[in-house]
């Protein structure tokens, strides 16, 4: 007689191991009988399998030694399921408890997030447990850590990208003001004209941090995210290395459109021939499409931009409606009006996208040294 398991559940055993989970056998079968479903499943690869009876002479030391190298342990009940969630816990590990009868919900209590069986799990072992498996399939487990990995990603996507982008804002503004004189924004009065107008500003916000910035969320799951350890327990959401990202592109930023905006103005550092209205509208276009290149890059702090670039459909639409709307306050009458633009014409775009895509080749670049560090 034989009761052999799901066809998927070896694919999910070898699935959590690359994403740096182990899986534990704890059952009340024949040590023979739990080694032999072990090996097959690949938990364990010595076969070995400690009872419930040796877990009853083992110290507290022992015990912890043991849950480090065994991965199946059989003829065991309530109270060594419980010994072995508390002995893992204080190894320093997350655990998950999977379960389905009364005598099982101190270990589901017990352990870092408890999972009861919904057709098979009794009351008590649903009351006791964080989470109710609806089909009582362990690939179901696996799944749902997947899916919590990608969204859990495309937050820090969205993060990364709303945050470097208002700093690039912010910069651009104070480093405007501060340095009127070497760029030009000092008026013949003597005054200070600020790089952009607040309109201009709310709508950059209105236009970038909308629809791209929502897309970003329906970001496909990364081809290796299944293939990273679990992130540390203490570890934020933004972690020191995303912070530094955040400031190089936000420097990128506000650095390319002070630099536009300074050739559009007479004086400066840069010699220009155009008026403050134009120049605002080239560095406000400028700013508006960095931040369109920017998005690409939230993608992802370690892989290329250029890595699945047209997997979400949804982005490039995000993208391809904030154009459009920038085009609009840029030539609509009433909206010139409003915002205090000027036609630009094909020469002021090109070299408005030029200078914007620096942001995409810079980072590329940077994500290139830090990899080959």
Same mark, same amino acid.
């Given at each position: ?194 790089? @952009?107008? &607040?309109?201009?500003? $709310?709508?950059? !916000?209105?236009?970038?941090?909308? #629809?791209?910035? +929502?897309? =970003?969320? %329906? ?83 370690? @892989?290329? &931009?250029?890595?699945? $670039?047209?997997? !979400?459909?949804?982005?490039?639409? #995000?993208?391809? +409606?904030? =154009?459009? %709307? ?48």
């Amino acid at each position: 007689m034989i009761d052999p398991p799901r066809q998927e559940a070896k694919e999910a055993v070898a699935t959590a191991r690359s994403a740096g989970i182990r899986c534990i056998m704890i059952t009340g079968d024949h040590p023979r009988t739990a080694a032999a479903i072990a090996l097959e499943l690949g938990i364990s690869e010595d076969g070995r399998a400690v009872t419930g009876a040796e877990l009853e002479k083992m110290s507290p030391e022992e015990l912890e030694e043991t849950v480090r190298q065994v991965s199946v342990y059989a003829r065991v009940n309530p109270d060594h399921k419980l010994r072995i969630v508390n002995a893992l816990q204080r190894g320093g590990m997350t655990v998950a408890m999977t379960g389905d009868g009364v005598n099982d919900a101190p270990a589901l209590k017990t352990a870092d997030i408890g999972v009861a069986m919904g057709i098979t799990g009794t009351d008590v072992s649903k009351e006791a447990a964080d989470i109710v498996l609806a089909d009582d399939n362990f690939a179901s487990i696996v799944a749902a850590v997947e899916e919590g990995r990608v969204i859990f990603s495309n937050i820090r996507k969205f993060l990364r990208y709303l945050l470097s982008s208002n700093i690039g804002e912010v910069m651009t503004m104070f480093f405007g003001v501060l340095l009127a004189d070497l760029i030009g924004l000092v008026a013949g009065s003597g005054e200070v004209v600020l790089p @952009l107008l &607040a309109t201009q500003i $709310l709508w950059i !916000n209105l236009v970038t941090d909308g #629809a791209p910035a +929502l897309a =970003l969320g %329906l970001d496909p799951a990364d081809t290796d995210i299944m293939r990273h350890p679990p992130r540390p327990r203490g570890e934020g959401v933004i972690t020191r290395r995303m912070w530094i990202g955040i400031f190089y592109v936000g420097t990128i930023m506000a650095v390319g459109t002070l630099l536009v905006l300074d050739a559009s103005l007479p004086g400066g550092l840069i010699e220009g021939h155009g008026t403050l209205q134009y120049a605002q509208t080239v560095a406000f276009t400028t700013l508006t499409i960095f931040q369109l290149f920017n998005i690409l890059n939230a993608r992802s702090d370690e @892989l290329s &931009a250029f890595v699945g $670039l047209f997997a !979400n459909r949804w982005l490039w639409l #995000a993208i391809s +409606l904030s =154009l459009f %709307l920038q085009a609009a306050v840029v030539y609509t009458p009433f909206l010139q009006e409003a915002f205090s633009t000027v036609p630009l014409d094909f020469s002021d775009w090109l070299f408005c996208a030029s200078v914007a895509s620096s942001v995409l080749w810079l980072r590329v670049l940077a994500k290139l040294i830090l990899k080959a560090a």
